[in-house]
């Protein structure tokens, strides 16, 4: 044994084995594959997940929640929409309507203004049926009748015997007649005008040139 | 404490307490929602987004709620509703070559712990290789345990039908994880 040498020693497998046990072992992990029963199987989560993954789910839920409530979201119910827009047609026919009624009142005060220009277009012509009228009397002072009548005046009227007008013509007054009117009254003496106001019969026109 | 359902909802009628039974909602309902939508989409940060949208929702929409139906019934049907819009997005940004099972299946590889089990990272990819409501149906039933009358109200389809989806699935998952867990 002095010369003994491991490298040279056979190797060799001295335990006991059980009769086919390789076979055996094949078969039995075959065997279950096919037997494989999910239900057996643990149920678990296998996925990876990130730190603090809920916490940021529900941080992130939260403010996205408080956002939304300053900003609601307006959801347009088409029967509200409807009604509305119902309103808002009669109310601005309502509004027309009112406006409009404004306007005939100011067309009936734009008429009484226009009636009331008629009247001072009357009071015009009553102050040109006036202004005729005067002329008529002058005129009428230059007939015979009431040269005759009135022989102790003066004729003074005589003086524009150019104008010899025709008594029964009222012709408009221009501002040429105006001057020449004014300056035949001024011919007049008062008792002379006061002598013709109450031969005339028109004595409210001519009051006012007293 | 766990805070009951009637609580919640007398927090929510309340316009006063609304933020406090918002909060409580999120507390009592986040995790199960959260895997729930995970599961459909995959993606961690578009499961996120999906939760937060989906508590939005709820508190947008609670006076649609009516005490006939289970709180959490219908926070499920909203997380549902809400991640399959967001798995409908995905699908039209994809590529039209892309096959998107397969790009789930991707998505499954890429988002799951290192020391994920490979039995449970089968699992997943068989999930995701399955019909939509048959996938919905399963996820429900199996992870969350929810009783057929229940999902019948979520996806909105019969208890029968309900079964047999769930039988499909549960078999196409098992055959998906023989065939390829061998290899």
């Given at each position: ?25 094949q ?14 199987l ?32 307006f ?5 509200y ?10 109310g ?48 009428n ?45 001024d ?9 013709l ?5 028109q ?8 | ?6 609580e ?27 895997w ?10 578009l499961?996120q ?43 039209k ?15 499954v ?55 047999t989806?769930?039988?499909y ?6 055959e ?5 867990y061998?290899?």
């Amino acid at each position: 044994m002095k010369d003994f040498d491991l490298e040279k020693l056979e190797r060799k497998n001295i335990y006991k084995l059980p009769e086919n046990m390789f076979e055996s072992i094949q078969e039995r992990v075959l065997s279950e594959m096919n037997d494989f029963d999910l239900e057996k199987l643990e149920r678990k989560n296998i996925y990876k997940v990130s730190d603090h993954l809920f916490e940021n789910v529900q941080e992130n839920v939260i403010m996205q929640l408080n956002v939304n409530k300053k900003a609601p979201i307006f959801k347009l119910n088409w029967g509200y929409a409807a009604a509305a827009s119902l309103a808002l047609i009669f109310g601005s026919a309502f509004v027309y309507n009112s406006f409009s009624d404004s306007n005939d009142d100011n067309t009936s005060v734009k008429n009484y203004a226009s009636n009331n220009s008629d009247q001072k277009k009357e009071s015009e012509v009553a102050y040109e049926t006036l202004k005729s009228d005067l002329t008529s009397v002058e005129n009428n002072n230059q007939t015979i009748d009431n040269q005759q009548k009135n022989q102790q005046i003066k004729t003074v009227a005589y003086v524009p015997e150019k104008t010899e007008a025709k008594p029964q013509t009222v012709k408009p007054v221009s501002k040429k007649t105006e001057a020449q009117m004014s300056e035949y009254l001024d011919s007049f003496s008062n008792s002379e005008i006061a002598e013709l106001a109450n031969n005339s019969t028109q004595d409210v026109y001519l009051d006012l040139y007293n | 404490m766990k805070i009951k359902d009637a609580e919640i909802i007398a927090l929510m009628q309340n316009p006063r307490t609304l933020e406090k039974g918002i909060r409580a909602l999120m507390d009592a309902y986040q995790s199960r929602l959260y895997w729930h939508i995970r599961r459909i989409i995959v993606d961690g940060d578009l499961a996120q987004d999906t939760l937060q949208e989906t508590f939005i929702k709820a508190y947008q929409n609670f006076h649609q709620f009516k005490n006939d139906s289970q709180l959490y019934t219908w926070l499920y049907r909203i997380a549902t509703n809400e991640a399959l819009q967001q798995i409908n997005k995905l699908k039209k940004m994809q590529k039209t070559d892309e096959d998107p099972e397969y790009y789930m299946q991707n998505l499954v590889a890429d988002n799951t712990h290192s020391d994920a089990e490979e039995i449970q990272v089968f699992l997943q990819k068989a999930i995701q290789s399955l019909p939509e409501k048959q996938k919905l149906v399963f996820m429900m039933r199996y992870y969350d345990d929810l009783p057929y009358e229940e999902i019948s109200k979520i996806v909105d389809m019969s208890v029968g039908t309900l079964k047999t989806n769930y039988h499909y699935a549960k078999q196409k998952i098992e055959e998906y994880i023989k065939e390829n867990y061998e290899k």
